[in-house]
């Protein structure tokens, strides 16, 4: 159980392009999801935070207009990278929390390697 | 906000030694402290995951220990093995909301 996919795992877009991602929780709901990205040999850095039915609470330093984020059910939330620039690629990361469990953990999905050219 | 410092960055062992990665963090308002072990190109996977209710936790070769009055907790990998090789980030969070991660540390393991 609780198990989060990602799609797609990998994609390579152009300069200027948009890319949207999704992230869904496939046996449990998830009221909140939240969206990381890495860069390579670094740690998970938090970008936002997506809530079911309501807007995404942005990290310092993260711009709402370029990464937008949409949590339109309990088991989906899409992150779209408008405009990408080579400085965007990155290993994108979403995790959610089961709304109906006691536990704290946050349940990752497998990851969405940007490759901007 | 939370602030998580992780040490140290790299760390190589013998296989069948020890392994220890300390972590501090800086809001007492923290009550979840999970490990992660994170493999090239994948995602995080938890391996142990602690409470600001308990001092320690141990799940055979891994165990975490918490000291909530100094702020910093801890992860212990005995007997270490070549599969045991890989980042390793702690994290800490309030009541299950947004987890904030250490630097994380490359664990290398030579057989």
């Known amino acids: 159980g609780a198990v989060v996919s990602q799609h797609p795992s990998w994609v390579i877009c152009k300069s200027g392009t948009s890319v949207k991602i999704e992230c869904r929780s496939l046996?449990?709901?998830?009221?909140?999801m939240f969206w990381y990205r890495q860069f390579p040999k670094q740690s998970l850095m938090l970008m936002a935070t997506?809530?079911?039915?309501?807007?995404?609470?942005?990290e310092q330093g993260v711009e709402k207009d370029k990464f937008l984020i949409n949590h339109a059910s309990l088991t989906l939330s899409t992150l779209t990278v408008t405009s990408a620039h080579p400085e965007d690629s990155s290993f994108y990361i979403c995790s959610a929390r089961d709304r109906a469990g006691s536990s704290y953990e946050q349940y990752f999905g497998p990851g969405t390697r940007l490759t901007v050219t | 906000g939370e602030n998580v410092e992780q040490h140290p960055s790299t760390l190589s062992v013998q296989e069948g030694d020890s392994a220890v990665i300390k972590c501090t963090y800086s809001?007492?308002?923290?009550?979840?402290f999970p490990w992660y072990k994170q493999e090239l190109g994948k995602r995080p996977q938890l391996i142990i995951d602690i409470r600001s209710n308990v001092g320690e936790k141990k799940d055979q070769r891994i165990a975490v220990t918490l000291n909530k009055t100094a702020k910093h907790f801890s992860l212990h990998i005995t007997e270490t093995q070549p599969e045991d090789s890989a980042v390793y980030f702690c994290a800490a969070s309030n009541a299950g909301n947004m987890l904030t991660f250490g630097g994380g540390t490359r664990l290398m393991v030579k057989p």
């Open positions: 997506s809530n079911e039915g309501s807007k995404a609470t942005y």
């Open positions: 809001d007492s308002a923290s009550n979840y």
């Open positions: 046996d449990f709901q998830a009221t909140t």
